[in-house]
């Protein structure tokens, strides 16, 4: 049998994506990136963990907001916003299962950038142009005000300002750098955050779950 994408060499894996056998070149080629792989795919999880495991550390003009310093007391002391960003973009995930990896980066990257311009004084919003990652823009921002609101009637003052929302956004945008792989369609950092939240709770809880990297 010959592979049905490359129509040259032996069909020699199943490819639960396309149904049928592919060669183990185009399976390696087209791996979330012409091919919408399920994360159930043995192939998928074998090369995963081998991007894991031969992952380097990003340089330093790699990461991202590098002015932006975050600690692990950070993380602990404001876990609930941390853990309600990714539980907000597990729900979205639920709803738009065509959501990737991009998706999320482009909309918390449009969303931390907003927050960076609260320092100045004066808030500039640019939410991204592709609609999916405008609609998670969205739903994130508002989980965002619910949570600021929510703090401040508890507390008469809000407790979480601008900058550690900042904090955890780019957070959450190193966590996505560390666990994805670049491809056009992974969801390697969307598996992750599944991960965290096996059950996906409605409720967010006060102790972080989405641990340091």
Not at 139 to 161: D, P, T, Y
Request: aromatic fraction near 8%; hydrophobic fraction near 40%.
């Amino acid at each position: 049998m010959v592979c049905t994408i490359c129509e040259k060499r032996p069909a020699k894996r199943w490819c639960p994506a396309k149904g049928e056998r592919i060669c183990a070149v185009c399976c390696g080629t087209h791996r979330e990136v012409t091919i919408d792989c399920p994360a159930d795919c043995a192939y998928l999880q074998q090369a995963r963990r081998y991007d894991a495991e031969h992952k380097l550390p990003p340089a330093a003009d790699e990461i991202v907001f590098p002015d932006v310093q975050i600690t692990p007391a950070m993380v602990r002391e404001h876990g609930d916003v941390l853990n309600g960003i990714g539980l907000a973009v597990l729900k979205f995930a639920r709803e738009y299962r065509e959501l990737n990896d991009a998706d999320v980066v482009a909309a918390v990257t449009a969303l931390a950038e907003g927050y960076r311009t609260l320092a100045s004084g004066i808030y500039y919003e640019k939410p991204p142009q592709a609609p999916l990652p405008q609609a998670l823009y969205v739903a994130v921002g508002n989980f965002l005000n619910e949570a600021k609101a929510q703090h401040a009637e508890r507390s008469g003052f809000s407790s979480v300002k601008d900058g550690d929302v900042l904090r955890m956004l780019v957070f959450v945008l190193r966590l996505a750098r560390l666990h994805t792989n670049g491809r056009s369609r992974s969801r390697a950092f969307l598996d992750f955050l599944r991960a965290q939240f096996p059950s996906t709770p409605e409720t967010v809880a006060d102790a972080p779950r989405i641990i340091m990297p």
